[in-house]
């Protein structure tokens, strides 16, 4: 079963313009990964945040985390054409399994 | 670095025929994880390994699927017989530490059709 689920499935917007993308996820986390998937690739690794952690930043990319709501969001600011890809959230259990368990993704894609 | 690797990139077969998915690691990198990629499922834990030793297969769908890590360099999935709902995307992913914050680094996939 997934445990995270991203929210919007797809979002389209213009070159320049913000995304944001949610995750929700159902079991207490060790931490929360963001991934990005271009089309017939490998998931590449964004950003990582602990539970204990409620905002990280790493370049044009904001990732917020809400424990108590289980929820998580990915701000991309000033988007380019090269950031159409799938995002992915993943989590680790708090119980300390290795395995990294992700939603179905987020389809961005950004109209130049 | 070469990142982590997997053969072949793409395989047709027919349904009842072996197939065999192949990975090497990042060299290092002491955990290993074998994921499967589809529209409905999304992306699905197989099996993993720490330091070459399985620790958790409860993903693996059933007894046609097996995976074996013979060393710290290589890995194999197994599906025999195969069938046409394996259809899939199959992602290896190596990290460098266990139980820990790490981050898993992708191959990228072999995608198998069975027919």
């Known amino acids: 079963s997934q445990q995270g689920e991203e929210d919007p499935q797809a979002l389209s917007i213009q070159e320049g313009e913000n995304a944001t993308m949610n995750c929700s996820y159902k079991?207490?986390?060790?931490?929360l990964q963001w991934y990005r998937q271009n089309s017939g690739r490998g998931l590449v690794h964004l950003i990582l945040?602990?539970?204990?952690?409620r905002e990280k930043h790493s370049g044009r990319l904001r990732v917020t985390l809400d424990t108590s709501k289980k929820s998580s969001s990915l701000l991309i600011t000033a988007s380019r054409a090269a950031d159409t890809a799938s995002y992915f959230c993943?989590?680790?259990?708090?119980?300390?399994?290795?395995?990294?368990?992700f939603g179905k993704g987020t389809h961005l894609i950004i109209q130049p | 670095d070469a990142g982590v690797i997997q053969s072949p990139r793409h395989e047709v077969t027919e349904m009842g025929q072996e197939v065999t998915l192949r990975c090497k690691p990042i060299?290092?990198?002491?955990?290993l994880f074998w994921y499967r990629q589809t529209m409905m499922r999304g992306l699905e834990l197989l099996i993993y390994?720490?330091?070459?030793?399985?620790?958790?297969d409860s993903g693996m769908p059933e007894d046609r699927f097996s995976a074996k890590m013979p060393n710290a360099s290589f890995s194999t999935l197994k599906i025999q017989p195969s069938e046409p709902r394996d259809s899939a995307v199959y992602f290896c992913?190596?990290?460098?530490?266990?139980?820990?914050?790490?981050?898993?680094?992708f191959g990228s996939g072999t995608q198998l059709s069975v027919l």
């Open positions: 993943a989590t680790r259990s708090g119980g300390g399994a290795d395995g990294l368990t």
């Open positions: 079991t207490s986390i060790n931490n």
């Open positions: 945040i602990r539970s204990n952690e």
């Open positions: 060299s290092g990198h002491n955990s």
């Open positions: 390994f720490n330091n070459n030793v399985p620790i958790d």
């Open positions: 992913a190596s990290s460098a530490r266990t139980g820990q914050l790490e981050k898993l680094f």
